[in-house]
């Protein structure tokens, strides 16, 4: 799989920042992110990434670090802080930033127990589609110390849908992105936003509690899963 967003965010770390990596996606129109948000400083968190931080307790792994803001924050202040990523270039970027404690695997194939599972920047993407949330949950529940916790952001997207563009016949939260960078493509993926009442049935369904913690202006909410 090419590491088309890694390879950005090194060199960005590097100290090119005329960085442009840009994501196409299954909606609308291609768009550029903006590389800087992945380097962001603790003084520009938002209300909801402070709040996330402090939720957690114990062994905690940042999954989907990225160039490690929350994860190199948290080794800052002495948490039990482990960064896990698979994409080469966050590797370098987390190694060569200081993080201590990397994991360099999938997700789906670590094998460790933590009291917390953080997932923000909406790391409950990582289940891909709805219908995979039972396998996603049940990987989280193989990661996890007796009482352990997920805390998790996601976003409800029907502000997507308001102004005309036609809702697909599969749930909405469900998107396909691609990046771009340099001229190089990565492969498509899938990435889930699920709005917050729906996250709720889906995890009682499976026996597990669900607390929202905030939400904000953006329908972005905060969430702690619990009963695993």
């Known amino acids: 799989m090419k590491d088309v967003h890694g390879e950005a965010i090194f060199d960005f770390y590097k100290g090119d920042h005329s960085v442009v990596l840009k994501t196409y996606n299954s909606y609308g129109a291609p768009e550029e992110m903006p590389v800087e948000v992945f380097f962001r400083d603790h003084q520009d968190f938002t209300d909801l990434e402070n709040l996330a931080i402090t ?8 999954v989907g670090a990225g160039a490690g803001a929350h994860a190199l924050f948290m080794q800052a202040f002495e948490m039990d802080a482990t960064a896990l990523e698979h994409s080469p270039g966050c590797i370098e970027t987390l190694r060569h930033s200081g993080m201590q404690k990397i994991v360099d695997e999938d997700f789906f194939a670590h094998q460790a127990k933590y009291d917390t599972l953080l997932f923000l920047m909406n790391g409950l993407g ?5 219908e995979n949330l039972p396998y996603f949950f049940n990987h989280c529940k193989n990661l996890l110390n007796p009482a352990g916790q997920l805390i998790l952001d996601s976003s409800d997207i029907t502000y ?7 809702k697909p016949d599969h749930y909405f939260g469900e998107i396909r992105y691609q990046y771009e960078y340099k001229g190089k493509k990565g492969d498509w993926f ?13 995890t009682e369904a499976l026996g597990l509690k669900t607390e929202i913690l905030m939400t904000d202006e953006f329908d972005q909410y905060l969430a702690r899963i619990t009963g695993f």
């Open 126 to 130: 990582l289940a891909g589609k709805l």
């Open 160 to 166: 997507l849908y308001t102004d005309g563009l036609e």
């Open 190 to 202: 899938d990435w889930l936003y699920i709005d917050s009442d729906l996250l709720i049935k889906e």
């Open 55 to 62: 939720s957690c307790e114990g062994k905690i792994l940042d």
